[in-house]
């Protein structure tokens, strides 16, 4: 039995010597924060917009990703990475997602819902990044849709409301939870209508809420 344990001691030794490093399975992932920073004024003959690029922090680096910008907010994933949607400026639009993998520190586009893709729908992603509420916007109405990120299955979907006609969004979704979703509308006669809902349930909740006609 002596033996036995001099030749275990014997072979860690050797290991170690040869620079054998055994790495735990457990080790947790690196952590990582976004934030939209450096904030830059876009303007075209029709609309002006307010645009950052985005930075991202995690446990040994802070990167700035390149050659991005977005007018929406960005979430950070675990696991997963930090998504969002990028600004065209050629085209005065949202056209396409991204995320952005903070290890290999690699931008890939995500293709949308065609009915995401314009001037108005102003996206905003869940908390957890699993699903994106926005404003589908054609022949002069709203509607409010809640699906799946990117392009899965509609998990809401309002009434179209008739809107006033402009060059800016006529609404503003926004999120309370991951499960939980509010989406102002800017609707014809004056109104605000609000909806509020679950991705479980829908939409639950609408009122209206009156509003001062637009100069």
């Known amino acids: 039995m002596p033996e036995l344990r001099s030749m275990g001691v014997a072979a860690l030794l050797a290991l170690a010597a040869g ?3 055994i790495v735990p399975k457990d080790l947790p992932d690196e952590r990582f ?18 645009l950052w690029r985005v930075e991202v922090r995690s446990d040994t680096a802070v990167d700035t990703i390149p050659e991005l910008l ?18 065209d400026t050629a085209r005065g639009a949202i056209h396409q997602g991204f ?33 994106v509420a926005y404003l589908a916007v054609a022949d002069g109405k709203a509607r409010v849709v809640v ?17 006033p006609p402009g060059d800016v969004a006529p609404g503003e979704p926004a999120w309370t939870s991951a499960d939980s979703f509010t989406v102002l509308v800017d609707a014809l006669p004056f109104r605000r209508v609000r909806f509020r809902g679950t991705v479980a349930s829908g939409i639950t909740a609408t009122d209206t809420i009156p509003v001062a006609p637009r100069p």
């Open 70 to 87: 977005t007018d929406r907010d960005v979430v950070a994933i675990p696991k997963v990475g930090v998504e969002g949607f990028a600004f």
């Open 99 to 131: 995320r952005y993998d903070p290890k290999k520190r690699t931008v890939k586009p995500i293709v949308l819902a065609e009915d995401l893709v314009g001037p108005f729908a102003a996206p905003a992603l869940s908390p957890d990044g699993r699903h």
């Open 19 to 21: 620079g054998c490093v």
């Open 33 to 50: 924060a976004a934030a939209r920073v450096d904030s830059l004024r876009w303007s075209s003959e029709s609309s002006e917009k307010t």
């Open 147 to 163: 699906r799946l990120f990117p392009r899965g299955r509609i998990v809401a979907d309002g009434p179209p409301l008739a809107v």
